[in-house]
């Protein structure tokens, strides 16, 4: 197969454009060093198809990139192909049905916003930029994701092509199997989704928020509060706890809280209990009660993950006694790198969310913690890397497992599904995939 045989375009290593496209697929400035020796950009779906029919054809094993906010690169691979569907990005909405149909390219951001022309709303990433293809096969940890439950359960359907080339829908009736490893295999799925069959949801009315900022030194009791307070949280509020260095150097613990109801009072009652922090009377900076936009928590989200960095994340489930996780979150607040790098804390506790389907993703827990290295130097590569990877790792005893939007599982691979699931996956991989054309996990449990 030549490249005048796609709509899109076809690089071999070592083609005018081969290197500037493996980069482009990366929104890390981090790229690793790692080769693949086709590249595809698919313009259509049928390009879809006839990548995998050519990887077929040559014995090459498949990567898939649809926005490329992979933190660790997974669909970058040496040898292979790296199949890019960022193209495939269109959307139809029916607001009649709450459905709608999204390609694996589109960004939750615009997601949203074509979505709110018709007063609809779906639980996208938290990030801009983040595409829905990588977001959904993961699970899709995203605004109001406590109400809503993880975005891969949203999934209705999905057309996808299979290591056999072949386009094929798969839902609760068809290919049945297929449509339970799409949500949650992440970036271990064996097939090319082009397209997400998705419902979606009344638009929240008013969105709000309450932000603080309290010095170092109470650490203990903040955290101590914040996991007292937790399963009295309102669903609609996602209560995280930052930790960073602020615009002096020094480090700084920020309590934020976006809240997504339907009438002001509601918002005014949620966000009343963030006033009841036992250190309230240290915090440097209160603003108890905002009203915002969707555009504001994304760009709140932007500033701390900003373009044109380089990136290293690595994160935990737990629910571990609080004061068993406070030596290790002291140790990285007092390691803490300059900003934008940080730590996060949310209070997330699925047992008060809508009930769990049966499908691949199955590990979360009531707290989620994650460390994101951020930096633009080169020389820091080795010192962030470890700064993440190191503290995680001396965490992990108290961890009950990881999600894949922040895994680092080339350098420390972790549980990311139940072991019944992983070993469910296993048997469906061998059924659909059974040559291994598509890349597994870079590491697992």
Not at 18 to 33: C, G, H, K, S
Not at 34 to 42: G, H, L
Not at 353 to 371: C, I, K
Not at 420 to 433: F, G, S
């Given at each position: 197969?030549?490249?005048?045989e ?25 790229v ?5 020796d ?28 649809s926005?490329?906010h ?6 970058v691979?040496d ?32 997601l ?6 018709h ?11 983040v ?31 299979t290591?056999?080339?072949e ?9 049945a ?16 989704v ?7 949801y009344?638009?929240?009315k ?45 480090v ?32 440097r900076?209160?603003?108890?009660n ?6 504001d928590?994304f ?13 290293v ?44 389907e ?32 190191s ?8 961890a ?46």
């Amino acid at each position: 197969m030549t490249a005048d045989e796609f709509d899109g375009a076809l690089l071999r290593r070592g083609d005018a454009g081969y290197e500037d496209a493996r980069r482009a697929t990366m929104w890390n400035a981090f790229v690793p060093d790692r080769f693949p020796d086709v590249i595809v950009q698919a313009a259509t779906e049928q390009d879809a198809v006839r990548a995998v029919r050519l990887a077929r054809d040559e014995g090459l094993r498949i990567g898939v990139r649809s926005g490329g906010h992979s933190w660790a690169g997974n669909h970058v691979r040496d040898g292979g192909m790296l199949l890019d569907v960022s193209r495939l990005d269109e959307v139809t909405v029916n607001p009649a049905s709450s459905r709608a149909t999204v390609g694996p390219g589109r960004a939750g951001t615009s997601l949203l916003e074509e979505l709110a022309e018709h007063d609809l709303f779906f639980p996208g990433g938290h990030c801009v930029g983040v595409c829905v293809g990588g977001y959904l096969l993961q699970g899709g940890f995203g605004w109001n994701g406590r109400v809503h439950g993880p975005a891969c359960q949203s999934v209705e359907a999905i057309d996808v092509v299979t290591a056999e080339g072949e386009l094929v829908r798969a839902d609760a009736t068809q290919h049945a199997d297929l449509y339970w490893a799409a949500r949650g295999a992440g970036p271990g799925f064996f097939g090319v989704v082009t397209r997400f069959h998705v419902r979606v949801y009344p638009l929240p009315k008013v969105i709000a928020n309450g932000v603080y900022l309290y010095p170092l030194d109470v650490l203990e009791e903040l955290f101590t509060w914040a996991a007292e307070i937790g399963p009295r949280v309102a669903r609609t509020m996602e209560l995280m706890l930052l930790i960073h260095r602020d615009e002096a150097g020094e480090v700084e613990i920020a309590v934020t809280a976006p809240t997504l109801v339907d009438t002001d009072e509601e918002a005014d009652e949620v966000l009343a209990i963030l006033e009841s922090c036992p250190v309230r009377d240290r915090a440097r900076l209160a603003m108890p009660n905002l009203r915002v936009t969707m555009a504001d928590l994304f760009a709140g989200s932007h500033a701390i993950y900003p373009d044109e960095h380089r990136y290293v994340a690595d994160n935990m489930w737990t629910h571990a006694p609080v004061a068993d996780l406070l030596p290790g979150i002291r140790a990285i607040a007092e390691s803490m790198p300059p900003a934008p790098s940080h730590f996060l804390w949310m209070n997330w506790d699925p047992a008060g969310g809508p009930p769990r389907e049966d499908m691949a993703f199955s590990v979360e827990d009531t707290t989620y913690l994650a460390m994101y290295g951020v930096w633009e130097d080169p020389a820091l590569d080795d010192a962030r890397v470890d700064w993440a990877t190191s503290h995680m790792r001396a965490m992990s005893p108290l961890a009950s497992g990881i999600q894949l939007a922040d895994e680092n599982l080339g350098r420390r691979p972790a549980k990311f599904v139940s072991d019944a699931n992983l070993a469910r996956l296993d048997e469906i991989r061998a059924a659909y995939d059974p040559d291994g054309r598509f890349h597994p996990w870079m590491g697992r449990l």
